[in-house]
């Protein structure tokens, strides 16, 4: 398969970015086993990449410009509870969502979760799928409702973050690599990932200059941090606990500072500690892969593809604290 793609800049310094797409095909299903020696990978990455144009820090490319992709636009909640603990946690897509909903189940239901886990050794997403929407609402009336308080008195909410470069990388690796669904994968880029930061970039401009999301299932998987979560509206209340692929280190200590505070026994601790250690690999996981290593050193080399991440996700790095890639 051969794609082409072209990029210019029109008088406001803002790309367009036509992309050919694939035609015909049927449904394509590809795994990490079958890139071990990474071949097809390079094959389909052979094209060079241009430099920068301008060496502008983020800040100079952002701040009062209409370069980058603008916070708050509002795509989703997913808040899921822990009534007996007063625990509340926004669940965001590549951001451990499938670990840390099934932690939210346990502590929702200890009993029920331990007994079923024992009987059938649950995989990942069984664990996250347990509680189904017993303890899950989408929107912050709800929780308002649900938690009878409009202002989270006595309660914690949190949210896993990641930063931006490394949760982008995952998502495609995840959605283009590992499984890429349907006959024009990952906006019909196949596995070019040039094609696909211009491409990305392009889409997430349309769509807020349109004022209305497409929200297909790949797209879940990169829409920046700050449009979830009713941050717009509640991030003074939130407890941020930073994603690390090694939980032993800042996630588990943000997790558990937060989980003792609101009361939960030394023996639950214990339990989570195991979750979070034991067989941590879920289905989706990229780290470690091949295609993972492939991918994170072609974008962190080429500054002019990550000029393009820093447009997407500059309010992510700002808004959640995160320092920016070197050169930015």
């Not at 690796?173 to 990952?186: F, K, L, M, N, S």
């Not at 889409?203 to 929200?215: A, D, Y």
């Not at 820093?310 to 992510?316: I, S």
Request: hydrophobic share 30%; glycine share 4%.
């Amino acid at each position: 398969m051969c794609l082409k793609y072209d990029q210019y800049f029109n008088g406001t310094n803002n790309p367009v970015v036509t992309v050919e797409m694939p035609t015909g095909g049927s449904k394509i299903k590809n795994f990490f086993s079958l890139y071990t020696n990474n071949d097809a990978l390079k094959k389909q990455n052979s094209d060079k990449i241009k430099p920068r144009n301008n060496n502008l820090t983020a800040h100079q490319m952002c701040q009062n410009t209409t370069q980058c992709i603008p916070p708050f636009f509002h795509h989703e909640t997913r808040f899921k509870i822990a009534p007996d603990y007063h625990m509340i946690n926004c669940v965001v897509h590549k951001s451990m969502s499938t670990v840390i909903t099934g932690l939210m189940c346990y502590l929702f239901n200890r009993k029920r979760f331990v007994s079923v886990d024992s009987q059938i050794n649950m995989t990942e997403w069984e664990k996250a799928s347990l509680c189904r929407s017993e303890n899950g609402v989408q929107t912050i009336r709800q929780l308002q409702r649900r938690v009878k308080s409009n202002d989270f008195k006595n309660w914690s909410l949190s949210m896993i973050t990641r930063d931006p470069v490394d949760r982008f990388i995952s998502g495609y690796v995840d959605r283009c690599i590992r499984v890429a669904e349907g006959p024009a994968p990952c906006n019909g880029c196949d596995k070019n990932l040039t094609c696909f930061v211009l491409s990305e970039y392009e889409r997430f401009m349309k769509q807020t200059m349109k004022k209305k999301l497409v929200n297909t299932f790949e797209d879940r998987h990169f829409y920046p941090q700050n449009w979830r979560c009713g941050l717009n509206r509640m991030r003074d209340q939130y407890e941020f606990i930073r994603y690390s692929s090694d939980p032993t280190k800042e996630l588990m200590t943000d997790l558990f500072k937060i989980a003792q505070r609101q009361g939960v026994p030394k023996s639950e601790l214990e339990y989570i500690e195991q979750e979070l250690t034991r067989n941590r690999k879920t289905s989706h996981t990229t780290a470690y892969s091949p295609a993972r290593e492939f991918y994170e050193k072609r974008l962190r080399e080429n500054p002019f593809l990550m000029e393009y991440v820093v447009r997407m996700f500059y309010h992510d790095f700002v808004i959640l604290g995160y320092s920016f890639p070197p050169g930015f």
